[in-house]
């Protein structure tokens, strides 16, 4: 294991001007990011007004259909009562004409009846071969008209219930033209409202593009500085101008299982390599160099592995970070954004899983999580009066060996 050290005392004035040069970077790229919160907030509203309003309009599309289903069985249910009612006027004319018709026969009758009343009783002798003939005639007469009467009665009650079930059916024909005129009334509406989502929902997917473009110019503008950054960082190291220099003795296989997680319970938030983040620019074209997890705010922090602690501070990216430097390959491991430090000095020894520090959200952080690095290569430097460890080179994935 080699390790160099370079106090302050020995720094260069060119070294001097590229601190200058780093913190100016620094300012800029934290305004930059500042910037890309705003607009990625911005995004996350304007997709989350489109959400709302692509749902309200899912919403409104299917009463639409609903109502058009329910005209279309209205305007069925109202052609069905006007033949409904075009019947029963049929059946009131029929019955009318069948009372007309009876009408007739028992005036007729009343006629016959009226003239053998007038005759006198010799002449109905004559004419009929003996009393008993002339009143079983009279009786069925009477029988007839009676029989007839009753019919009549009997064709009045009929015509009179059809008359009423035509005035029921009138009145649900009115019911069910009314119903329909409602319902398309409520379809126009609804088309409407439909119709102005629709506008607006256009409005706010080209707002959230705008905003997109305005991001991704402002993490091209953040790409370069951390490109110019990571010049810097490397002329610190080739000119010998850092504080604290490691290097470990070799780097073990890949799969190597040789440390535990840092939480006992947590999710992964962000993996290491070229993330989606990572893709977008983040880091300068870099990879992401750790891992992010997260366990909940003040979480304890443990080492993955024995060792001793070897540097910590304070920067506006990292927030509050400590480095272990294990006894296994002499790896450094480095854990950032804590809310606070364990009580714990440089060059204390470490057993594996004891505390370091609790989780939190300092520095360039948009949640509570603990941001996890593993280096081969870990050196520190100054930056704006802050402690720095180099985020470009020397790092490895801590998933290989977790």
């Known amino acids: 294991m080699l390790i160099s050290i370079a ?42 007004k489109a959400q709302t309003l692509q749902r309200d309009i899912t919403i409104i ?85 009676d029989k007839l009467l009753e019919l009549i009665g009997d064709l009045r009650d ?8 035509k005035i029921n059916l009138e009145d649900k024909k009115d019911d069910l033209v009314s119903l329909n005129q409602e319902q398309s009334a409520k379809r126009s509406s609804l088309t409407g409202i ?10 706010t997917k080209g707002q959230e593009a705008e905003y997109q473009k305005m991001l991704t110019a402002a993490e091209k503008k953040r790409s370069q500085l951390f490109l110019e950054m990571q010049q810097l960082e490397s002329d610190a190291v080739t000119g010998g101008l850092f504080i604290i220099r490691v290097k470990a003795a070799g780097v073990p296989p890949r ?32 990879p992401h160099n750790g891992i992010d997890i997260a366990g909940g705010y003040g979480t304890p922090i443990k080492s993955i ?6 540097a910590n501070g304070f920067n506006s990216g990292f927030g509050n970070w400590v480095a272990v430097q294990h006894d296994s390959f002499g790896l450094v491991s480095v854990y950032g954004h804590m ?20 989780e939190g959200s300092t520095g360039n952080s948009t949640g ?16 704006a009066g802050q402690l720095y460890f180099n985020y470009f080179d020397g790092s490895l994935n801590p998933s290989d060996y977790l």
């Open 7 to 48: 106090t302050l005392n020995f720094v260069v004035p060119a070294f001097a001007a590229n601190e200058e040069r780093i913190a100016e970077l620094m300012k800029q790229i934290e305004a930059l990011e500042a910037e890309a919160r705003q607009f990625k907030g911005s995004i996350a509203e304007e997709h989350a």
């Open 61 to 145: 599309k299917k009463e639409i259909r609903g109502l058009e289903q329910q005209i279309v069985l209205t305007s069925t249910k109202i052609s069905k009562t006007k033949v409904e009612i075009t019947d029963m006027e049929g059946n009131i004319f029929e019955t009318q004409q069948t009372i007309d018709r009876r009408r007739e026969t028992v005036g007729e009758l009343l006629i016959f009846l009226n003239q053998r009343d007038n005759e006198n009783l010799m002449a109905t002798l004559m004419k009929n071969e003996n009393l008993s003939t002339f009143l079983s005639e009279a009786q069925q007469l009477a029988n007839v008209n």
């Open 158 to 165: 009929q015509k009179q219930q059809l008359e009423i079930s």
């Open 194 to 203: 439909k119709s102005q989502k629709d506008t607006i929902l256009v409005q």
């Open 255 to 286: 799969g190597t299982k040789l440390f535990v997680y840092p939480e006992d319970s947590y999710r992964l938030t962000q993996g290491y390599g070229m993330t989606t983040y990572a893709k977008r620019g983040a880091y300068g074209g870099s």
């Open 305 to 310: 592995g024995s060792g001793k602690i070897i």
């Open 339 to 358: 809310s606070a430090f364990a009580p714990l000095r440089i060059g204390a020894k470490v057993a594996q899983e004891q505390v370091v520090g609790y």
């Open 368 to 383: 509570s999580h603990v941001h996890l690095s593993l280096y081969q290569d870990f050196f520190t430097y100054t930056k």
